[in-house]
């Protein structure tokens, strides 16, 4: 299966796809976490995309549709993948079109002050990469369970960033909502539920079962 996760930032679309990707052993492709690891790196690709990251807007089309391509094919692709943060225009799904085949695009709906409350409220363990937030508490304030590292803010989790970044999702990747529909390839699940609950919905889409509201 290749799938297509659509919603906010923060709609939970990276912890679905963890748990889908461990369901259906196919690859989960974040484009955030992509763009956070070419951030680091010292070249002139790593500095803009910094530089964008830190600001709150997104990478432009031709950068993520490269990315994109190069990631979709590598060899942990081939028996289908999970695609969290892309396409996020239409330009960008005609050029996935062009790529690959998708066979389902799901829609985590969240409403807009869910979302600011969920980002702002996170916190990540630079060392493991574990995410904390309003769904996962640590055991000790600030520091991660795991690796016992102070927990950080992502840079672009800071609130005024999230409500332009709320702004850009609704004037850019929402039309990718009728996109789908027209193609026949698009259903919704509620993302307000609890995580098991969302889970368990998005995996009745994919194997043609009904989904209660």
Known sequence: MNIVLLGHPGSGKGTQAKLLQKKYGIAHISTGEMFRSIAKEHTELGR???SLIESGAFVPDDVTVRVVRERLAKPDCTKG???DGFPRTE???DELQNIAPIDHVIHIHVEDETVLKRL???RNCARCGTVYGLD???KQS???DTCREPLAMRADDDPKKIK???EIYHAE???LIDYYKRKRLYATVNGDQDIGKVFRDICGVLEGKKVTK
């Open 142 to 144: 600030g520091t991660c």
């Open 81 to 83: 993948f999970i695609l």
């Open 164 to 166: 332009r970044r709320i």
């Open 48 to 50: 803009k995309v910094k």
């Open 120 to 122: 702002s409220a996170r």
């Open 136 to 138: 996962r508490v640590p």
């Open 173 to 175: 990747t929402k039309p």
């Open 91 to 93: 330009q960008q799904a």
